[in-house]
């Protein structure tokens, strides 16, 4: 089923926490809105004080998928366009993905024979989203998505390739797509991109040395010991490195291979991508927004916008305040993947602004294990057969394999009343000697500093493992027990792990009857602490189908628009399936791109 619909995170803000348009200052009733008492605030100020940084029918804020989207549909609409970022690198967190794209109906899926149909689409979005979001919303992204897809292949040299089998998350639900929906950047040569090559951002996991990695392939590499089919993709993947270096070429997938691919397209356009540029504010004038202010060179400064300005500056995760303010405890900055510079800049101008914020009680969750250095978002570790999640009661509390966002929802519903906050993910050494941990092979020792962190635990018996942990030894013997025995017989009748073909994504083929379920019987044992981790929030300014910004009372901020993780998602409190960030944030910029184009 979808994710819980808890009216307490489903409820708006209230209007008393946007700012009241008095606090947009300025001389003869133009105003500028700024940070008032913020880190780097700079006082309200006069446009004559403000060193001019040009002139631009548009400025967009934010080099990810949203912003370069938004900056390429703009140009190719005879739009003059500036890209401003305030990172040293592009990308954002586009970049550091595994760039999964969810777009119904799109010329790469329909060639590839998925039998997807508008109609099934939208019976699907609507059910998974249900009446957090407008149905307007709803449709412009289900109308729009397929012309983005082909209008950005037109005009990049990024193509794109079906992730077949990666089903929807709800496939069971009308509409739903058991073989999925979607698609993934194909391979893209970085010495297209010169110079600029170097300023994209990494990514979050580097791909293995002399190898080519597509996203689909990673289910498969997760079983090369195991799988003769994983094996023969390991072995496709090298020969792709390979191929590529004896042609000279920087192949890039996943999310440098759509970062990159966008900013060769904007080079081609010749639209300009400032970097170490951040936003201060929105410039306002007669109640629009006709403008940008930046941070360039350690100054601030102008950029007018003819048009208007697209905010694509991504989420807050980043901002602890912003998560103290609006989300459920506990969480932390430290347990999420997002960009660095994601600190709700965008969205905290938009609100000065008058914007109405939504959703920013929620985010792109997933399991994670708070690894040194950086968090390790889980997709096939919690999934694969023998392994099981535990509370500190040692109890289950959820299918493991269910889509990540609901399992974190779940672990924050129930937090209150039986602590699931952090969890655990047990296993035995039979799952260690088969599949591949992040990117540790199977039988080899894991990191001592996981170990060290306390992110990870090892014992010999399971009342051992218990005391390493803090639960009860009893109640983890009692739950390993009970979990053997559903596995041995295929069926999980307690949280109906494997119930959803979704679930089956992320296992062993070769496991029998059910490939999600193994019992743990080889020691020794192993915990890891699991916390509530995401890809980014997803709450931000309200935006109408258009992507224009929205006040409290639905009147458009002139000039104003969102996409991305700046904006409230258009998936609610839901998550369609593999993509459902990028999808819906690329369409909106190309949504906005296009009105900005109309000039209505």
Same mark, same amino acid.
């Given at each position: 089923?979808?994710?819980?619909?808890?009216?307490?995170?489903?409820?708006?803000?209230?209007?008393?926490?946007?700012?009241?348009?008095?606090?947009?200052?300025?001389?003869?009733?133009?105003?500028?809105?700024?940070?008032?008492?913020?880190?780097?605030?700079?006082?309200? *100020?006069? *446009?004559?004080?403000?060193?001019? %940084?040009?002139?631009?029918?548009?400025?967009?804020?934010?080099?990810?998928?949203?912003?370069?989207?938004?900056? %390429?549909?703009?140009?190719?609409?005879?739009?003059?366009?500036?890209?401003?970022?305030?990172?040293?690198?592009?990308?954002?967190?586009?970049?550091?993905?595994?760039?999964?794209? /969810?777009?119904?109906?799109?010329?790469?899926?329909?060639?590839?024979?998925?039998?997807?149909?508008?109609a099934k689409a939208a019976a699907y979005l609507a059910a998974v989203v249900g009446p957090d979001v407008s149905a307007e919303r709803q449709q412009a992204f289900l109308d729009r998505g397929p012309d983005m897809i082909s209008f950005v292949m037109a005009h990049s040299p990024l193509r794109f390739r079906w992730m077949?089998?990666?089903?929807?998350?709800?496939?069971?639900?009308?509409?739903?797509?058991?073989?999925?929906?979607?698609?993934?950047?194909?391979?893209?040569?970085?010495?297209?991109?010169?110079?600029?090559? #170097?300023? %994209?951002?990494?990514?979050?996991?580097?791909?293995?040395?002399?190898?080519?990695?597509?996203?689909?392939?990673?289910?498969? %590499?997760?079983?090369?010991?195991?799988?003769?089919?994983?094996?023969?993709?390991?072995?496709?993947?090298?020969?792709?490195?390979?191929?590529?270096?004896?042609?000279?070429?920087?192949?890039?997938?996943?999310?440098?291979?759509?970062?990159?691919?966008?900013?060769?397209?904007?080079?081609?356009?010749?639209?300009?991508? /400032?970097?170490?540029?951040?936003?201060?504010?929105? $410039?306002?004038?007669?109640? #629009?927004?006709?403008?940008?202010?930046?941070?360039?060179?350690?100054? @601030?400064?102008?950029?007018?916008?003819?048009?208007?300005?697209?905010?694509?500056?991504?989420?807050?995760?980043?901002?602890?305040?912003?998560?103290?303010?609006?989300?459920?405890? @506990?969480?932390?900055?430290?347990?999420?993947?997002?960009?660095?510079?994601?600190?709700?800049?965008?969205?905290r101008a938009g609100e000065r602004a008058g914007a109405a914020l939504d959703l920013m009680d929620d985010a792109w969750w997933g399991p994670a294990i708070p690894l040194p250095g950086q968090p390790y978002f889980c997709l096939a570790e919690r999934t694969l057969p023998g392994g099981l999640l535990v509370n500190a009661?040692?109890?289950?509390?959820?299918?493991?394999? #269910?889509?990540?966002?609901?399992?974190?929802?779940?672990?924050?519903?129930?937090?209150?009343?039986?602590?699931?906050?952090?969890?655990?993910?047990?296993?035995?050494?039979?799952?260690?000697?088969?599949?591949?941990?992040?990117?540790?092979?199977?039988?080899?020792?894991?990191?001592?500093? /996981? $170990?060290?962190?306390?992110?990870?635990?090892?014992?010999?018996?399971?009342?051992?493992? #218990?005391?390493?942990?803090?639960?009860?030894?009893?109640?983890?013997?009692?739950?390993?027990?009970?979990?053997?025995?559903?596995?041995?017989?295929?069926?999980?009748?307690?949280?109906?792990?494997?119930?959803?073909?979704?679930?089956?994504? $992320?296992?062993?083929?070769?496991?029998?009857?059910?490939?999600?379920?193994?019992?743990?019987?080889?020691?020794?044992?192993?915990?890891?602490?699991?916390?509530?981790?995401?890809?980014?929030?997803? !709450?931000?300014?309200?935006?109408?189908?258009?992507?224009?910004?929205?006040? @409290?009372?639905?009147?458009?901020?002139?000039?104003?628009?969102?996409? !991305?993780?700046?904006?409230? *998602?258009?998936?609610?409190?839901?998550?369609?399936?593999?993509?459902?960030?990028?999808?819906?944030?690329?369409?909106?910029? $190309?949504?906005?791109?296009?009105?900005?184009?109309a000039g209505e």
């Amino acid at each position: 089923m979808p994710p819980s619909t808890d009216p307490a995170r489903r409820t708006a803000l209230p209007a008393t926490a946007v700012p009241s348009r008095r606090q947009v200052l300025g001389a003869a009733g133009a105003g500028l809105a700024l940070a008032s008492g913020l880190p780097g605030a700079v006082g309200a *100020a006069r *446009a004559a004080d403000l060193p001019p %940084l040009g002139t631009y029918d548009v400025v967009v804020t934010g080099s990810g998928a949203a912003g370069m989207t938004a900056a %390429l549909t703009s140009a190719h609409q005879g739009l003059s366009c500036v890209v401003v970022e305030k990172a040293a690198t592009f990308g954002g967190s586009a970049a550091r993905s595994g760039a999964g794209i /969810w777009i119904p109906n799109n010329s790469v899926i329909l060639a590839a024979g998925v039998p997807d149909t508008p109609a099934k689409a939208a019976a699907y979005l609507a059910a998974v989203v249900g009446p957090d979001v407008s149905a307007e919303r709803q449709q412009a992204f289900l109308d729009r998505g397929p012309d983005m897809i082909s209008f950005v292949m037109a005009h990049s040299p990024l193509r794109f390739r079906w992730m077949e089998g990666y089903s929807d998350y709800y496939p069971e639900l009308p509409g739903g797509l058991p073989n999925g929906r979607s698609i993934e950047p194909d391979q893209f040569d970085g010495t297209i991109l010169g110079a600029e090559l #170097a300023h %994209l951002n990494p990514p979050y996991m580097p791909v293995p040395a002399g190898m080519v990695v597509f996203s689909a392939d990673y289910k498969w %590499l997760t079983l090369a010991a195991v799988s003769a089919r994983g094996a023969a993709v390991a072995t496709a993947c090298l020969a792709r490195g390979t191929k590529a270096a004896l042609l000279g070429q920087k192949p890039l997938t996943m999310g440098q291979s759509l970062a990159g691919g966008l900013r060769a397209g904007l080079l081609a356009a010749n639209v300009p991508v /400032w970097l170490n540029t951040p936003l201060t504010d929105l $410039y306002i004038e007669g109640g #629009a927004v006709t403008g940008a202010v930046v941070t360039r060179d350690g100054t @601030p400064g102008l950029i007018r916008a003819r048009r208007g300005v697209v905010v694509g500056s991504g989420g807050f995760e980043h901002n602890a305040s912003m998560r103290e303010r609006y989300q459920r405890q @506990p969480v932390g900055t430290e347990w999420t993947v997002g960009a660095q510079e994601n600190t709700g800049d965008g969205i905290r101008a938009g609100e000065r602004a008058g914007a109405a914020l939504d959703l920013m009680d929620d985010a792109w969750w997933g399991p994670a294990i708070p690894l040194p250095g950086q968090p390790y978002f889980c997709l096939a570790e919690r999934t694969l057969p023998g392994g099981l999640l535990v509370n500190a009661s040692g109890a289950r509390f959820v299918n493991e394999a #269910a889509p990540y966002s609901d399992v974190v929802h779940t672990m924050y519903d129930r937090n209150t009343t039986d602590p699931d906050i952090p969890a655990w993910l047990i296993v035995d050494q039979n799952y260690r000697n088969r599949y591949l941990f992040r990117d540790v092979a199977p039988v080899l020792p894991l990191p001592d500093a /996981w $170990y060290d962190s306390g992110a990870a635990h090892k014992a010999w018996t399971l009342d051992a493992l #218990a005391g390493q942990i803090g639960v009860p030894a009893a109640a983890l013997r009692a739950t390993v027990g009970r979990f053997n025995s559903l596995a041995l017989g295929g069926k999980d009748p307690d949280f109906h792990r494997g119930d959803s073909v979704y679930d089956h994504y $992320y296992t062993d083929p070769a496991v029998t009857p059910n490939s999600c379920l193994a019992p743990l019987w080889l020691p020794p044992y192993y915990a890891f602490r699991i916390v509530p981790g995401d890809l980014g929030t997803k !709450g931000g300014m309200r935006t109408d189908a258009r992507a224009r910004v929205l006040r @409290p009372d639905g009147s458009v901020i002139t000039g104003l628009y969102a996409a !991305g993780n700046a904006s409230a *998602a258009v998936m609610g409190h839901s998550y369609a399936g593999a993509g459902s960030t990028i999808g819906p944030a690329m369409t909106f910029g $190309y949504i906005a791109g296009l009105d900005l184009a109309a000039g209505e």
